[in-house]
């Protein structure tokens, strides 16, 4: 990326001069680079300032382009796709939410069940963000296929970790993060199945054929190709790897604390990701006690602190939800990480307990 920032500063849309055509040059190669990532066409790639506005443009653009009509989701869906939602139905749309089954999953008959002749675009993530699920995108795009109807799906949380390949999945629009797997932050992208209609959200300078005006980020998206690169690389290693570690993660958990809950399935599921709720305990101790040692989190970086609606969609009360931990993987978690982790969750629910028998005593 560090050229694009400094001597190789051009707009990728200025190409009547050699900084601008190198620019475009660079644009149109991690377009390429990244779209073989997903087998598709570099064409169908809108860069977008990240899965959020993907996830505007593909929701807000086909309903408006449509006019009317009735729309379905789910409850444990990214804010990034409820908010756009309720924003639709504002305008008139209806919308549906379905209601997953205790382990975070759709069922495709539930999708089925919740399909009216005014349906018109289906939304279900491919990788929860806070429980990690992986919802059965094939077969829910078969659904919607039989009744013509288009698909969204949020794979910001997928991309790069598992398979992901829009046109086998079946699904018709695709959003995606660059920072999800290890790219820059604030760069992102809509993939668009040909044909289907969109209405941009912005105008004022025709980039991205039209549907997401302004200048291109030529840094950010140079750092988004290089790491899907990156991601393709070793992902089939990555995985096998971080799933080892989080099943070795969720072992010892069990082991030193036998009321702990598994939150989502465990299969199928991100590699890297472990939901887990505590009960009996109070949830801002927890995360005040282990702040120091661990960086968690109860739910998405987007809730500002609130109970997760994911994990009270799947059945936890409000209480549960807070003495709850969502804990990752990555590149360069190790056993001894796992192990560390492990030491610091127990010990600290330890001491909580034994604050609570304490104060009951008292």
């Known amino acids: 990326m560090a050229p694009y920032w400094s001597e190789e500063w051009g707009n990728p849309s200025s190409r009547q001069h050699r900084l601008g055509l190198t620019a475009s040059a660079a644009v149109n190669l991690a377009r390429r680079q990244i ?54 139905q504002r305008e008139g ?5 379905l209601q997953p089954r205790a382990d975070g999953l759709i069922d495709p008959q539930q999708l089925r069940a919740a399909i009216t002749p005014d349906t018109r675009l289906v939304s279900v993530m491919a990788a929860n963000n806070e ?11 078969s659904v919607c296929r039989d009744h013509g109807i288009a698909l969204h799906s949020d794979a910001a949380q997928a991309f ?16 995606l993060s660059a920072h999800k797997l290890y790219g820059p932050k604030g760069i992102g992208a809509l993939v668009i ?39 393709m690389a070793d992902r089939e290693e990555r995985q096998q790897r971080l799933a080892g570690l989080r ?18 399935a465990l299969q199928p599921r991100l590699p890297h990701n472990l939901n887990i ?46 003495a709850s931990l969502r804990l990752s993987l990555g590149r360069d978690t190790t056993a001894d990480d796992v192990h560390q982790a492990v030491i610091a969750v127990g010990e600290t629910v330890a001491a909580a307990q034994r604050r609570s028998t304490y104060v009951q005593l008292e």
């Not at 749309?93 to 939410?97: E, K, N, S």
């Not at 429980?131 to 795009?141: C, D, R, S, T």
């Open 93 to 97: 749309f209806a919308v549906t939410l």
């Open 277 to 322: 709720t505590l009960p009996g305990v109070n949830g801002s101790r927890l995360h005040r006690s282990l702040k120091p040692q661990l960086s968690c989190s109860s739910g998405s970086a987007c809730s500002n602190g609130a109970p997760s609606h994911v994990l009270q969609a799947i059945g936890r009360s409000r209480a549960e939800a807070e």
């Open 35 to 88: 779209a073989e990532a997903l087998a598709i066409t570099p064409q169908r790639l809108v860069f977008t300032s990240g899965a959020t506005e993907a996830n505007n443009l593909a929701l807000l653009g086909h309903a408006r382009a449509l006019g009317s009509g009735h729309l379905i989701s789910v409850a444990t869906e990214h804010h990034a796709v409820l908010d756009p939602l309720h924003q639709l």
């Open 131 to 141: 429980i990690g699920v992986l919802q059965p995108l094939a077969e829910l795009a």
């Open 193 to 231: 199945r040909e044909g289907l209609g969109l209405q941009p959200l912005q105008w004022g300078g025709g980039q991205e054929a039209g549907l997401r005006a302004g200048t291109l980020p030529t840094a950010l998206i140079v750092g988004f190709a290089k790491a899907a690169q990156l991601a």
């Open 247 to 264: 099943d070795q993660l969720w072992e010892g958990l069990q082991q030193r604390l036998p009321g702990v809950l598994l939150n989502g």
């Open 160 to 175: 790069g970790h598992i398979p992901l390949e829009p046109d086998a999945l079946g699904v018709d629009l695709l959003s």
